[in-house]
């Protein structure tokens, strides 16, 4: 693992103790280092790679949450905590719906826990900070700039995204600290936004904390959330102009199995037609649980074409876990 006095936050962009009233530096020894290991036939190998680092959040006692790609299909995980001392870790869960991941440490990290907040109160001004891995020198103090819907091309939507500004460079699995030192959300992604005024330019999405709380005992006893798993087609898809376009697919997964390519434009799911990528996958996702029948109207080539999808539970594909011994 790299040690975290690799990288730094520029001095103007870091979080100042007095700037807010909880202690920074306790909050902040709670955002860890991961690394994570992929073996290279693993499903995922190829879209996300074998080597993962990023951060996470330790909200019990041994417990880290993160951003679930990077930990997925994972056979080694390292904690790594801000004396530069890493430990084991198993990865426990990840949640295809909201993207969460947990990592279960093997050993003692003795840091403390991070609260959950309350990111549904938290609106467009608010005073936060992404939390980087490394303390205050490796964190940016931020404001949330929108919060709004977010469709990702690997069939994934949020009904209400937080997005943050200035953009932290190394956003994956990132803590962001409200007010009162509660944990808002984990960093997603890094987007480029092209409106006019301050906020053009780079933003963080973060995952609200919300959506943890309901499935949080799930996740700690079983690995996932005990509701129907959505139907998944194994598809990368965009959006223009109100058009979705297929972009590629995962190899053996159901879309590839059924013939579509990159540059098919779904027209309708089951002879709805779909406006927008949001839209499209939540059409997928009302036809029924994983295992569902998509019928699609493509247009291809100049043609229209039908078809129909055996869908899967994206997790059938993934490599299962493995407790160390």
Do not use: C
């Amino acid at each position: 693992m790299a040690h975290l006095s690799d990288w730094q936050i520029a001095p103007n962009r870091q979080p100042k103790p007095g700037d807010f009233e909880f202690d920074l530096e306790r909050v902040l020894s709670s955002i860890v280092a991961l690394r994570a290991i992929v073996p290279e036939d693993a499903f995922t190998a190829g879209t996300l790679g074998t080597e993962r680092g990023g951060h996470g959040a330790v909200i019990r006692d041994g417990l880290v949450l993160t951003i679930g790609y990077l930990i997925t299909e994972a056979e080694e995980i390292w904690i790594g905590r801000v004396d530069g001392t890493v430990v084991a870790g198993h990865p426990l869960a990840y949640d295809q719906a909201t993207g969460f991941g947990l990592v279960q440490a093997l050993g003692t990290l003795d840091l403390p826990a991070l609260p959950l907040g309350e990111s549904a109160a938290a609106s467009v001004g608010t005073r936060v900070v992404f939390g980087g891995a490394g303390g205050r020198k490796h964190s940016i103090a931020a404001r949330i700039v929108a919060r709004q819907e977010f469709a990702g091309y690997w069939e994934y939507v949020l009904d209400d995204a937080i997005f943050t500004a200035p953009a932290h460079p190394f956003w994956g699995g990132g803590g962001l600290i409200g007010p009162d030192g509660g944990l808002l959300g984990i960093g997603s992604l890094q987007v480029e936004h092209r409106g006019g005024g301050r906020e053009s330019g780079s933003l963080n999405m973060v995952v609200p904390i919300d959506l943890l709380k309901p499935i949080l005992d799930d996740l700690m006893a079983t690995g996932r959330a005990q509701t129907p798993a959505r139907p998944w087609l194994g598809l990368f898809a965009t959006e223009l102009d109100g058009n979705v376009f297929v972009v590629g697919t995962y190899e053996g997964g159901p879309a590839d199995s059924a013939g579509l390519a990159q540059g098919d434009m779904i027209v309708a799911v089951a002879t709805e037609r779909v406006s927008g990528l949001a839209e499209f996958f939540r059409k997928v996702w009302a036809l029924g649980p994983a295992g569902v029948d998509v019928p699609l109207t493509l247009f291809r080539d100049g043609q229209t074409l039908e078809t129909r999808i055996a869908s899967s539970e994206r997790d059938v594909f993934l490599r299962k876990p493995r407790m160390h011994s």
